[in-house]
């Protein structure tokens, strides 16, 4: 093609020319170009791996907070004696209690048989058929982050809260008074003096009965 300095002068689009095509700008001839449907096709594949790539990052370790993932790598730690990041079932049951899941034996044992391994025996290793006790499974530190990632996830917030009423609640009495926050305060190495302290129960104790039941426990953490 020769060049030339000049700009070719291009002749008016009219109104109602059609909008299926765009204009050919390879500089190729042949009049190519980009349907509109193959565009709106582009379109949607791109969402579609957009779809995809969400679900693919949905791993529940992934999906908690900094704190509850310290809080599952704690439990787990405390729990596991030898320190070999395996724990077994009486170690497991402990563990999940201690975060908030007391879970039936039945359950544990196919937690174990899902996804534990084989504890380490002298002698050749076994089979992939071996069918193996519960008391010989072992489960690693990932699956119980994964596993208990998932509980948490599917927890009511609800319930979240009524756990933590529960550490301040000391013997059960189903109320948080002015000698339960002096000893969480206490052991939180907190200074407050006795005048904070009622004037914490007087702010929420909505009832006028000298301390905080559950429901205005859990009224003031929903707010």
């Known amino acids: 093609m020769a060049s030339s300095s000049t700009h070719p002068s ?14 050919d700008r390879s500089g190729g001839g042949g009049g190519g170009g980009f349907t509109a449907a193959s565009t709106a096709q582009a379109r949607l594949e791109r969402q579609e791996r957009e779809r995809q790539e969400r679900e693919g990052q949905q791993d529940p370790v992934a999906q908690l907070s900094e704190e509850q993932r310290e809080e599952i790598n704690e439990a787990f730690g405390l729990f596991d004696l030898d320190k070999d990041k395996r724990v077994d079932y009486h170690e497991l049951k402990v563990a999940m209690k201690a975060l908030g899941f007391d879970v039936p034996k039945a359950e544990l044992v196919t937690m174990l048989r899902e996804h534990g391994v084989p504890a380490s025996s ?34 009511d917030p609800r319930d979240e809260i009524l756990r933590a009423f529960d550490l301040f609640d000391e013997g059960g009495k189903g109320r948080i008074d002015l000698a339960d926050l002096r000893r969480v305060a206490r052991e939180l190495g907190e200074g407050l003096g006795e005048e904070e302290l009622a004037a914490m129960i007087d702010e929420f104790d909505l009832d006028g009965d ?12 929903l707010q």
Not at 133 to 150: E, I, K, N, V, Y
């Open 210 to 221: 000298g301390a905080i039941d559950r429901e205005e426990f859990v009224g003031i953490c």
């Open 10 to 23: 291009f002749p008016p689009r009219p109104y109602n020319a059609s909008l299926g095509k765009l204009p």
């Open 122 to 155: 002298p002698g050749p290793p076994p089979t992939t058929t071996t069918q193996h006790h519960p008391s010989r499974l072992l489960l690693p530190l990932p699956a119980f982050q994964h596993l208990l990632a998932r509980r948490i996830l599917a927890r």
